[in-house]
């Protein structure tokens, strides 16, 4: 079992950057693949990235490539999202989840609300 809490939500303009953060509960963190998911409004939640338990492998929807930086840091169990170029399309809340490496993601937080301006 894994707990999962984001901050580092909030409002920014177009163009700005924001670095959410996901700490985790437990002794277990290392051992699970981390992802960040976003759900905007009226849509279904949509995967952004991903990484590895080692932190050696990252993976971006197309939309955030070359924008949105992944990062964990297993002695502090936190995962980080840092955005930048932030567009209003990237307006959503903004779920962190944990995953055994091959199975579904089964632990998320409750989610951190961004929301970019024009």
């Known amino acids: 079992q894994v707990q999962l809490v984001e901050s580092g939500g909030g409002l920014v303009q177009a163009g700005g950057s924001l670095r959410l953060s996901c700490a985790a509960s437990g002794r277990t963190f290392s051992s699970y693949v981390m992802g960040w998911f976003r759900q905007a409004p009226g849509k279904e939640r949509e995967f952004v990235t991903s990484?590895?338990?080692?932190?050696?492998?990252?993976y971006y929807t197309d939309s955030v490539k070359g924008r949105f930086t992944i990062s964990r840091d297993n002695a502090k169990n936190t995962v980080y999202l840092q955005m930048n170029s932030l567009k209003r399309e990237d307006t959503a809340v903004y779920y962190c989840?944990?995953?055994?490496?091959?199975?579904?993601?089964?632990?998320w937080g409750q989610g951190t609300q961004v929301t970019v301006s024009s």
């Open positions: 989840a944990a995953a055994h490496s091959g199975q579904n993601y089964n632990f």
């Open positions: 990484i590895s338990v080692s932190g050696g492998s990252t």
